[in-house]
């Protein structure tokens, strides 16, 4: 094996150098390892499940995909992940292969050990599980014929949930339904979905994999060759960060300067505490079961970094942030991470804009882009602007199933747990005017300039001005007890942001 190439020691303008002569794969080792691939796709497509009776039926293997480092092409030299992800016909749903798999694995584990010599390899073979759980691959290292090297492969048995599926199309929304349904631990069903994974990352430019490449070497040598035995967020998860820090950094150019996009890595490494990071290539917020979960998804403790085509495996949640943080930080003191010109670096925020809807009674409804991270005055400011009000704007939000919250001007969205697309209402009031919200009897709530002297009756007529029911139709509660129509605001002790609920007579 090559002597382990310097990274900390190379200048920030000689990385492409150094990644042409030290982390690109040699056309040797890239052969071998197909080799060794072939053989063993050969052997588990073709003969391990020939004329066997497992689990009551004859079982076949319907796909062999790639994935790893060697699928998605970011493999290092000497440095290569494989896995073999076996679509099976004895898995017809998430459930059956979380009840069966283990079954799967313990057949395919003997008839290795049993038939390896004829693979031309010396092959050892080991379960890799997590926790408690269940074993969900077989870990094989296969040693090189022509070197001391290990050749690592994991063999995953799946769910053909994508069937034929284009990967450039969205899946069908119900297939993100059977999955969050399924109720998996977070990525425990990742296997089904890596053709989307493996695309996500191999349609992109090769001046961005080999950024992914210097990452991963980093991560290998610096992180995990420092930080033996404990654990770590996957490589995966820097992998997705690379991606993005490339799209935020540069708009998705295929001209940058790699030690630029390195230390903008690092840089978003650094500050991990705030990453909210997600695509909507695969699956997105139209669908009501999927919009549900990934809100609740988006609400976690960050980092978040949700895997672009399985939104269950919230890849953040992993330990050992800190020690990502920490390393991050010692590698941007590096000759690696100078740039000749400072002014040039990536700009890199820790989440993507919003597209905020904006309602307010007797304007048209329009939309504005806000950073998650900034305060919510600069977003008054900008409403302020378009709509020319000259009253004090309350903007208020509501989740499903929720109660309307009052945003604070000195609050983020991100304090409020909002990361995608949101519709705020606006009211404009005028001193002494308060804010109350009437809620409907299908949970929906909408905010009303009220002034505290004015009578029950009074906000019965502002409803129906709005749209609302007649108001000899209308029931106002409070606290399960009905409200006097003669009775005022201030009477009643109806303050600034309570609810009052509405329904119908009859």
């Known amino acids: 094996m090559d002597p382990t190439p310097d990274l900390y020691g190379t200048p920030g303008d000689r990385l492409d150098y150094f990644l042409e002569h030290g982390l690109q794969p040699r056309r040797d080792w890239k052969e071998e390892g197909q080799d060794a691939w072939d053989r063993i796709e050969g052997f588990l ?11 009551g039926q004859e079982i076949k293997v319907l796909k062999v995909v790639k994935g790893g480092s060697s699928g998605k092409g970011t493999t290092l030299n000497h440095r290569s992940d494989q896995d073999m992800v076996l679509f099976l016909s004895c898995f017809s749903s998430f459930k059956q292969q ?9 057949f395919i584990e003997n008839k290795l050990l049993h038939c390896r010599k004829s693979l031309a390899y010396n092959i050892t073979v080991d379960k890799h ?14 040693q090189s014929r022509k070197s001391d090297d290990i050749i690592p492969m994991d063999v995953l048995p799946a769910y053909d ?4 599926f284009c990967r450039d199309s969205k899946p069908d929304p119900g297939i993100y339904e059977e999955l969050i349904k399924s109720r998996g631990y977070p990525g425990e069903f990742s296997p089904s979905f890596t053709e989307l994974q493996r695309h996500f990352v191999k349609s992109r430019p090769v001046k961005l994999k080999n950024l992914l490449r210097l990452v991963k ?16 967020p996957p490589k995966y998860s820097l992998e997705l960060l690379t991606i993005y820090a490339w799209e935020m950094g540069t708009d998705s150019s295929e001209s940058f300067s790699l030690n630029e996009g390195f230390a903008a890595v690092m840089k978003l490494l650094r500050d991990y505490q705030d990453i909210c990071v997600y695509w909507t290539k695969y699956y997105d ?15 976690r403790d960050r980092p978040i970094i949700l895997d672009p085509a399985d939104p269950t495996n919230n890849l953040g949640s992993k330990n050992g942030w800190d020690l990502v ?5 010692c590698c941007l003191k590096q000759a690696c991470c100078w740039t000749e010109d400072p002014s040039r670096s990536w700009d890199v925020p820790p989440a993507r804009d919003i597209q905020v809807t904006v309602k307010q009674r007797g304007k048209e409804t329009w939309s504005l882009w806000m950073n998650p991270y900034s305060p919510i005055r600069e977003m008054k400011a900008e409403i302020k602007r378009t709509n020319g009000t000259s009253g004090e704007l309350r903007i208020s939000f509501q989740e499903p199933q929720g109660e309307r919250q009052l945003l604070s001007s000195r609050k983020t969205l991100s304090d409020y747990g909002i990361f995608s697309k949101v519709t705020v209402r606006v009211l404009e009031t005028f001193p002494p005017e308060i804010q109350v919200f009437v809620k409907d009897s299908s949970g929906q709530s909408k905010p009303y300039a009220v002034h505290p002297d ?20 209308q029931v106002l509660m409070l606290k399960d007890e009905e409200l006097e129509d003669d009775c005022s605001l201030s009477e009643l002790q109806i303050k600034d942001c309570d609810t009052i609920q509405l329904s119908r007579v009859g």
């Not at 949930?161 to 034929?164: D, F, I, P, R, T």
């Not at 070497?217 to 770590?232: E, I, S």
């Not at 917020?285 to 609400?299: A, G, H, I, M, T």
């Open 454 to 473: 004015d009578t029950i009756d009074d906000l019965k007529k502002i409803i129906e001005d709005d749209g609302g029911p007649c108001i000899e139709d």
């Open 285 to 299: 917020f139209q669908n009501q079961v999927v919009r549900d979960f990934l809100k609740e998804q988006l609400r």
């Open 161 to 164: 949930v994508l069937g034929s």
């Open 217 to 232: 070497f980093w991560y290998t040598q610096y992180l995990r060759g420092k930080n033996r035995g404990v654990a770590l």
């Open 98 to 106: 979380e009840r069966h798999r283990e079954s799967i694995i313990n």
């Open 325 to 329: 943080a920490r390393e991050a930080s």
């Open 45 to 55: 497509r073709d003969q391990c499940f020939r004329d066997a009776q497992l689990l």
């Open 129 to 142: 599980s997590v926790g408690n759980r269940i074993p969900r691959s077989l870990t094989l290292k296969i």
